[in-house]
C-alpha cells in the first residue's frame, strides 16, 4: 500500500502551469512538523515535502492556497531520477507526494470554511480492474492493534 497524509504548511504560493497538451500541473512544498521536539534544544524541527498535484487538483490548489495557508493532503508516494544537466555523470534522485485530495485545515483566517472544505480528484476506473465499493463511511480502518506492544516511546524516537 502506497498512502501518505500530510497536514502542514505551504512555503511558497503554488503556481499553476499546465503541459503542452493543456493539462494543468501544480508543483508545491508543505513544511510539516516533525511528531517529537528535537532533545537538546526543545524545538519541534521540519521536514519539507515536495508536492504534485494535476488537472483538477492543481486548479483547486493554485486557487485557494497560498504561502503559509494550513493544508491536508492525502495522496501517494513517487520516486524518480534524472540526470544533471552540467554533470552528465551525475544522477538526481528525487521523492515526491503525487496529490489525491486537498482539503482546507484551521479557522476562516487559516483559509478554512465549515462547508465544501475538500477537494477530491474525480476517479478514473479502469475496464479491465473490478472497482470495491467504497466503505460506507469515510473513516480509515487499520485492523486491530491491541495485540501488538508499542516498542518506541517519546524518548526513544530518532531525530
Not at 96 to 111: A, P, R, S, T
Not at 121 to 138: S, T
Request: hydrophobic fraction near 30%; aromatic fraction near 8%.
Amino acid at each position: 500500500m502506497n498512502k501518505v497524509i500530510l497536514v502542514g504548511r505551504l512555503t511558497a504560493d503554488p503556481e499553476l502551469r499546465q503541459t503542452q497538451s493543456g493539462v494543468s500541473s501544480c508543483r508545491f512544498t508543505v513544511a510539516v512538523d516533525r511528531r517529537f521536539p528535537d532533545k537538546s534544544t526543545g524545538e519541534r524541527q521540519a521536514d519539507f515535502i515536495t508536492c504534485i498535484a494535476w488537472k483538477q487538483t492543481a486548479e483547486f490548489v493554485s486557487r485557494y492556497f497560498n504561502k503559509g495557508k494550513m493544508i491536508a493532503l492525502e495522496g501517494s508516494l513517487r520516486t524518480g531520477k534524472y540526470q544533471d544537466k552540467n554533470h552528465p555523470d551525475v544522477t538526481h534522485y528525487t521523492t515526491d507526494v503525487l496529490v489525491d485530495n486537498v482539503e482546507f485545515v484551521g479557522g476562516k483566517n487559516d483559509g478554512g470554511s465549515q462547508q465544501n472544505n475538500t477537494y477530491q480528484a474525480p476517479v478514473q476506473h479502469q475496464a479491465a480492474a473490478p472497482q470495491q465499493p467504497a466503505p460506507a463511511n469515510d473513516s480509515m480502518s487499520y485492523g486491530n492493534f491491541g495485540e501488538y506492544e508499542e516498542l518506541l516511546n517519546e524518548d526513544e524516537m530518532p531525530v
